[in-house]
């Protein structure tokens, strides 16, 4: 994988670290702040963003360096007016592709700095001055990651969208892998984890798209939408015993214990693991907004999970089996019941909780009554008009 990953590597452009560094500057705990904040000057400072540190020092309140932003300033000013004489140059003394490429760069350097709308502006304008499809897919995908980066998902949607149309005029396979990447991401941030898991599921063994993020942060992100959406059997063949996720998971603490343990049943562990694992994707910026979504959908599916194996348990084994008290598992489940997502109903007397399985069958049959009752309605209707 890594030496795939390394193959055909794109710009980190922009840097996509730094929106998840503002973000825990702007949701995260007071403990987190100084770390984040060093690393965000430091990536402001290494990509001369003049631009995006005005925009982050107002949001946060920081007392503006005078000196730093002058220093930064003067440099997008001489790197501007260099890549604009380029432009020059090549509109005058050589051919379109060398246009191309010119306006390329300057789109580039606006995103690297964080310009977001004349970034937007200038690819545009390169975009349309490309002619080989594989480049203005590489350009839509610049605009991607500016979306991503300015958390903007009308930008994300469009060129998503845009990019699929290209793909499908005929892009090459790296490029469409990369799309089910970017298109996967998309889905996990907007709550689409089942289609976020088939998409990131797809190029697992041939992820390169490290522009996004690293490797590691993809198996993450594989474990956790893969875990709520695929059944045991698929989970153990795709996900555990994946070569790929089997390379890194040791260095992706915690996750390796909150998969397996939900495969193997171990409830008690899995609970552990879920409220460390929510610690971490709740200053995810990608998956702050669905944390508690999240949490609640896979207690639910480790309660139903456990409760699909029996016919009745006492409220205490339960609680002894995912280690917390009788009055936790008693309010959580009477909480899921009454919402119509565990097919169970609690005996307060007898301390049990007895699973109620819906009859397929007898659902079919009341379907059919119902909707034969919907056709008789619309046949006497129809003889009423006849009639007429």
């Known amino acids: 994988m890594s030496s795939a990953a390394a193959e055909g590597t794109v710009a980190n452009v922009p840097n996509l670290a730094l929106a998840q560094h503002r973000f825990v ?65 090549a509109e005058t003394n050589l051919g379109i592709t060398d246009v191309s490429d010119a306006l390329i760069a300057k789109a580039t350097y606006l995103a690297r700095i964080g310009e977001k709308e004349k970034a937007l502006s200038a690819f545009k304008i390169a975009y349309e001055k490309t002619g080989p499809l594989g480049t203005r897919i590489d350009l839509v995908f610049s605009q991607i990651r500016i979306g991503f980066f300015h958390n903007d998902l009308d930008i994300i949607t469009r060129n998503i969208e845009k990019a699929r149309g290209l793909i499908n005029e005929g892009g090459d396979w790296d490029r469409r892998n990369r799309l089910k990447v970017y298109e996967g991401i998309h889905k996990m941030s907007s709550r689409d984890f089942k289609g976020a898991a088939n998409m990131l599921l797809e190029t697992l063994a041939t992820f390169t798209s490290t522009e996004l993020m690293e490797y590691k942060e993809f198996v993450k992100y594989v474990i956790l939408t893969a875990a709520l959406s695929l059944n045991r059997p698929d989970l153990k063949s795709r996900v555990l015993n994946a070569p790929e996720i089997l390379e890194v998971i040791g260095d992706i603490p915690h996750f390796g214990n909150f998969a397996n343990s939900l495969y193997r049943c171990e409830y008690a562990q899995f609970f552990n693991s879920l409220a460390i694992v929510e610690q971490e994707i709740k200053y995810d910026r990608l998956l702050h907004a669905h944390y508690q979504f999240y949490v609640r959908e896979m207690r639910i599916l480790a309660y139903t999970q456990l409760l699909d194996s029996y016919r009745s348990l006492t409220i205490e084994s339960m609680a002894n089996a995912f280690g917390v008290s009788e009055e936790f598992i008693d309010a959580d489940l009477s909480k ?21 399985r819906p009859d397929a069958k007898n659902s079919q049959y009341q379907s059919a009554i119902k909707q034969g009752d919907l056709l008789l309605t619309r046949i006497q209707k129809l003889s009423r008009v006849i009639s007429v």
């Open 25 to 89: 500057l702007a949701r995260a705990p007071a403990a987190m702040h100084a770390s984040a904040k060093a690393a965000l000057l430091a990536g402001i400072s290494a990509d001369e963003m003049a631009p995006f540190y005005s925009v982050v020092a107002a949001q946060f309140s920081w007392k503006m360096d005078d000196g730093l932003l002058t220093k930064l300033s003067d440099a997008n000013a001489a790197n501007l007016k260099r890549l604009d004489d380029k432009i020059a140059d």
């Open 336 to 356: 899921f019941i009454s919402a119509g997502r565990l097919n169970a109903v609690i005996d307060k007397v007898g301390g049990i909780v007895e699973t109620n």
